[in-house]
């Protein structure tokens, strides 16, 4: 059975969404510092930004599971709607810059937003299972 709650039987939470944007900001923000730390010595460019793509995906990723864990099952929709919103907020940075090589484009919003959308819905349904695996331990245990 699923650990997760039908949506017809709640609605979209909005503070659900926001602490979702805020724990994938927080979670790249903390994986982004540790691994920026052992690659600032090298001088590839490219090798920062496929460095940078990785916590990206790493973020959506565990902040997924963070959420799934928190959550335990209850919310799905959330995670994947702030991945997707993240997504499109960061795309937002491509009308403040000068270069052409990073240009708006729906296409490339979608495509961003459904990759994001998929770690984080990944990362979610792991973390789901293990609070469930967890709480049915404890119960079993007797110490819950």
């Known amino acids: 059975m699923s650990t997760f709650v039908r949506r017809g039987e709640r609605g979209?939470?909005?503070?659900?969404?926001?602490?979702?944007?805020?724990?994938?900001?927080?979670?790249?923000?903390?994986?982004?510092?540790?691994?920026?730390?052992?690659?600032?010595?090298?001088?590839?460019?490219?090798?920062?930004?496929?460095?940078?793509?990785?916590?990206?995906?790493?973020?959506?990723?565990?902040?997924?599971?963070?959420?799934?864990?928190?959550?335990?099952?209850s919310r799905l929709d959330e995670p994947?709607?702030?991945?997707?919103?993240?997504?499109?907020?960061?795309?937002?940075l491509t009308l403040f810059t000068p270069l052409r090589f990073f240009r708006f484009s729906v296409t490339r919003v979608l495509i961003g937003g459904v990759i994001a959308a998929g770690f984080a819905v990944a990362g979610v349904d792991l973390g789901a299972r293990a609070a469930a695996g967890l709480s049915r331990r404890t119960h079993r245990d007797g110490k819950g």
């Open 12 to 73: 979209i939470s909005r503070t659900w969404v926001i602490a979702s944007m805020i724990v994938f900001l927080m979670t790249e923000l903390v994986i982004g510092t540790v691994v920026g730390s052992l690659f600032a010595g090298h001088p590839g460019h490219v090798v920062h930004m496929r460095i940078e793509m990785l916590v990206m995906l790493a973020s959506y990723f565990v902040g997924g599971l963070v959420m799934g864990f928190v959550s335990r099952g």
């Open 80 to 92: 994947i709607i702030a991945a997707f919103l993240a997504v499109v907020i960061t795309f937002c």
